[in-house]
């Protein structure tokens, strides 16, 4: 529509490693270097190795757009963000920006434990260049997003991680800018939560505000961004249309991360995921042990997917869903009854899922099989999402009164429901 | 969207000596109040006797220098009562090195501000300055009480005293701009702070008067310490006797240079506080 808000021209950021003369120092280490290098002053810099964090960036962000940036840990994302909140500044290039610019690189930036949510909400704000009277305007909407109203006048070090979080990120969310960055402040709080803060950003989207909002959260990203900027070793690798770089991204992070021996993807499409546990092979055997896609309604049947830990993980969770071919679900244990453990990093296994007998009416279905971090379901390790896992049930052979059932069965399953017949004389 | 007027903000690397920029510092002016208030309000947390310790440490400090200087060395306090004579400069005092050490190390106590949000970071050293003026005021009324119990009526001069306090904030400011700059890429700065502070205090009147010191060049040579021309200032202002005109002079000048070159000094170093911290 109009002109870009955001504009950025050959970015760079150099930092010097190690040792190094930018890192803090003791007086000493300098006078000793002067003394070493003599009167050249240039000396001990060139000695220094370099890692550029940033090279050669380039974007423009339309007024209203909501850009995701992903990357993997260490690709630039963070320093990216800093220089657009001018936290640090570039070593070279140029970016420019229309409107006022508020950050939320932390949620809780400068919040004090000893003082109350009250006075910690005003000075927030105050750090994020908010007036006092704009503040004071907001305060109530800002206290009931953040379901705190009984504890306004308590100090915030007695509130729980929870409260503090969303009073935090409920300041920065009624704050009125133009330009929004945000950065994994979601990946705090419950769901809830996080749905209400990613349901606010959309919203400030609608208003015409421009977000650029970083995050490990493949389906937030995809929820909320309309591009995706996708950053590796400090250069825009893609920018385009938020659903084709994410499928992208997940595409080349499963292929970085996956040692070979674990599970070919022959279903990419399907998969999605950071790739800390990957799935590997899947099979679906009768009682008797065979390997098989097809089942009578009167056999057990049993599941199986192996999986590896590339690294170590400290809960992680085992969930499925089962689906008829309509994508109707038919049993899900995305929400309760789900299997928690902890994995070494190496370490393999099995998830076992065994449906009984007699439960499954005739039909095609599939399954979803997933593995999460158990604090943050919304970053999950693995994603299987049908491709390779169909199987049909069918009915027994020695079934009585087929003509009646068959294309009339709409049921989905069977339960053990008893059912009497009283007859009254 | 409407067509009101929207800043513009340009990235750039920053090189060479930069602009103050005190607009920008003027436009934080609220923050200013919050952190200052932040530090106020938070000091005195947790703690038994709570504000009253903005009380106890000059009492104390002033009986303990009222026995030794006062009674053992048998200091000479120009005429006036030794508790008096002290109390009068440990104010000033006390307002300047809680406020040089602060300023000090604000920085490196707000790395977490540093590295995650913009704003002007003079607003840090400065908050840290200010925030003794609560300590300073409280501590003020216990004076007025002392000047009372010896019978001492301070004359006009004592509408100097806001001038004075000004000066010794602009002092521990002076300093502070470039202890804290470099104590954020030298760590040793923090460590030799309390050193510093121990060596002003005696390079100060404090404890005795400045009377003591040669008249003459040398006299002018002690005053390029400022808190010299601020404490005898204090006492003149206070409990009368001849004006410190001339040491005021010498001080204030030291002063501006060191302030000016501290906030040069600091805002060019501004740009690499986020990766050096």
Redesign the interface.
Known sequence: MSEPVITATNVGKR?RLGGSP???????D?LAGAVRNGVSRKGEASAAPILWALRDVNFTVS?GDVLGIIGRNGAGKSTLL????????????????????G?L??VG??F?P??TGR?NV??NG????E??ADIRRKFDSIVAFAEVEKFVDTPVKHYSSGMYVRLAFAVAAFMEL?ILIVDEALAVGDAAFQKKCLGRMGEAARE?RTILFVSHSMPALENLCNRVLWIDHGSVVDDGDSRKVIAAYVESANKNVAPREVGVYSWEGHRRGTGEVQFGAFRLMNDSGEETHEFRMTETIVAEVEFEAHTEVESAVFSFSLLDATTQSVVTTWVGRRQVTPLAAGERGTFRIVLPENSLRARKYFFNLGVANEQNNDVPYDIWAGGGTEFFVGYPDELENLDLLVGHDSALVTLPVRTEIDIHA | ?STEA?????????EGWVSLKLRELWQ?R??L???TW?DV??RY??TALGVAWAVLQPLLTMLIFSVVFGRLANLPSDGLPYPVFSFAALLPWQLFSGALTRAGTSLVGSA????????PRLIIPFSAVAAGLVDFAIAFLVLIVLLAYYGITPGVEILWVPVLVLFALASALAVGLWLSALN?????VQHLIPFLVMAWMYASPVAYSANLVPSGPWRLVYALNPMTGVIQGFRWALTGGPAPGQMILVSAVVVIVLLVGGLFYFRRME??F????
Not at chain 2, 112 to 119: A, E, G, H, I, P
């Open positions: 930092y930018s890192a803090y120092k003791t007086l000493r300098t007024p800093k220089v657009l909140s001018r936290v640090t500044t570039p070593t070279v290039g140029r970016v420019e920006m229309h409107g006022r610019v950050s690189l932390e930036t400068g004090h000893e003082l006075e005003f000075l105050a750090i994020m260049g007036k006092r133009e015409g | 969207m929207v800043p513009t903000v340009v990235i750039e690397p920053s934080y609220e923050l109040y919050f952190l932040r309000q938070v947390k947790q977490n501000l540093l590295t995650k949000v913009y704003f954020v890429k030298y760590r040793d740009r690499v986020a990766d050096v911290v």
